[in-house]
Antibody, heavy 116, light 110 residues
Framework: DVQLVESGGGLVQPGGSLRLSCVCSGFNFRTYWMSWVRQVPGKGLEWVATTRESGRGKHYVDLVKGRFTVSRDDATKSLFLQMNSLRVEDTAVYYC?????????WGQGTLVTVSS | QSVLTQPPSASGTPGQRVTISCSGSNSNIGRNIVAWYQQFPGAAPKLLINSNNQRPSGVPDRFSASKSGTSASLAISGLQSEDEADYYCSAWDDSLTGRVFGGGTKVTVL
């Protein structure tokens, strides 16, 4: 079975940093694009970043460019999101997701709260 | 303001057919697969169907999808109480080089 398990969320002060991880299993990780999508509680879904297979290309929503970095480790089937200069408006549940012309699998999400 | 436009709500009585629209542009819906997601409160979204009408195993065929030009739609036939959830459309946008989502439609079973 395909599984995506996120970790690393928590409470952080504005201006702080956090690193999210997503460990994947049940599929050939290295051949898939992988994405991060976030959702403010009670609001809609917002795409954050995507890394192509082998990390050959990375794409970000404008709001996080220069602050967030997506990366992957194919050996450990892991996806990461390094989040720096965090803002209150980055508060959300962050989902790890597998891309297959559309997102076809989602993790359970990890909550990031940015607050003083 | 979401790049893809969905109605905020839709409703129907059990057994009815409900349709949700999703409007975009040539750079997203016009060129790429549109996917629909179902989300229950407190849970992660789940892939329901794509614009090629491909459903993951376990998704009932009461759910169907279509696409024409820069618009897509999701239809739920024989509406059931367990269909009460939020539904989102999504597509890759070649101009933005990123994924875009609709704002979501809350389906209520009356």
């Amino acid at each position: 079975d395909v599984q995506l398990v996120e970790s690393g969320g928590g409470l952080v002060q504005p201006g702080g940093s956090l690193r999210l991880s997503c460990v994947c299993s049940g599929f050939n990780f290295r051949t898939y694009w992988m994405s991060w999508v976030r959702q403010v509680p009670g609001k809609g879904l917002e795409w954050v970043a995507t890394t192509r297979e082998s990390g050959r290309g990375k794409h970000y929503v404008d709001l996080v460019k220069g602050r967030f970095t997506v990366s992957r480790d194919d050996a450990t089937k892991s996806l990461f999101l390094q989040m720096n200069s965090l803002r209150v408006e980055d508060t959300a549940v962050y989902y790890c997701a597998r891309e297959n012309y559309a997102i076809d699998y989602w993790g359970q999400g990890t909550l990031v709260t940015v607050s003083s | 303001q979401s790049v893809l436009t969905q109605p905020p709500s839709a409703s129907g009585t059990p057994g009815q057919r409900v349709t949700i629209s999703c409007s975009g542009s040539n750079s997203n819906i016009g060129r790429n697969i549109v996917a629909w997601y179902q989300q229950f409160p407190g849970a992660a979204p789940k892939l329901l169907i794509n614009s090629n009408n491909q459903r993951p195993s376990g998704v009932p065929d009461r759910f169907s999808a279509s696409k024409s030009g820069t618009s897509a739609s999701l239809a739920i036939s024989g509406l059931q109480s367990e269909d009460e959830a939020d539904y989102y459309c999504s597509a890759w946008d070649d101009s933005l080089t990123g994924r875009v989502f609709g704002g979501g439609t809350k389906v209520t079973v009356l």
